[in-house]
């Protein structure tokens, strides 16, 4: 499978911003997808995961500011980020894999989309 994010811009603290991952292949349905973010001079850290089957994991430091969704009939997952705070700059990086259960680990995930950086400004 082949991902591509997109969304990504500047935006002032306390905005939104979608994000959205579209996926070649005609079976993105099975793959379990995630988003996890780098910002300069960090590692790479987790955001949130939706299994194949619909379970939701978020990082503690998004929980109730991101929402992350999947359709599809459209090969896409979406990140809907809101109340965003300058601690979010990052780039943002969308992964799948058929077999990571959700993890939280981007070794868990085979197949990665090229990144799309979000800048928030204070």
């Known amino acids: 499978v082949q991902l591509q994010a997109s969304g990504g811009g500047l935006v002032q603290a306390g905005g939104s911003l979608r994000l959205s991952c579209a996926a070649s292949g005609p079976t993105f349905s099975s793959y379990d997808t995630g988003w996890f973010r780098q910002a300069p001079g960090k590692e790479r850290e987790f955001v949130a995961t939706i299994t194949s089957y619909g379970r939701i994991y978020y990082a503690d430091s998004v929980k109730g500011r991101f929402t992350i969704s999947r359709d599809n009939a459209k090969n896409t997952v979406f990140l809907q980020m809101n109340s965003l705070k300058p601690e979010d700059t990052a780039v943002y990086y969308c992964?799948?894999?058929?077999?990571?259960?959700?993890?939280?680990?981007?070794?868990?995930?085979?197949?990665w989309g090229q990144g799309t950086l979000v800048t928030v400004s204070s």
């Open positions: 992964a799948a894999d058929t077999v990571s259960g959700g993890s939280r680990w981007s070794s868990a995930y085979n197949y």
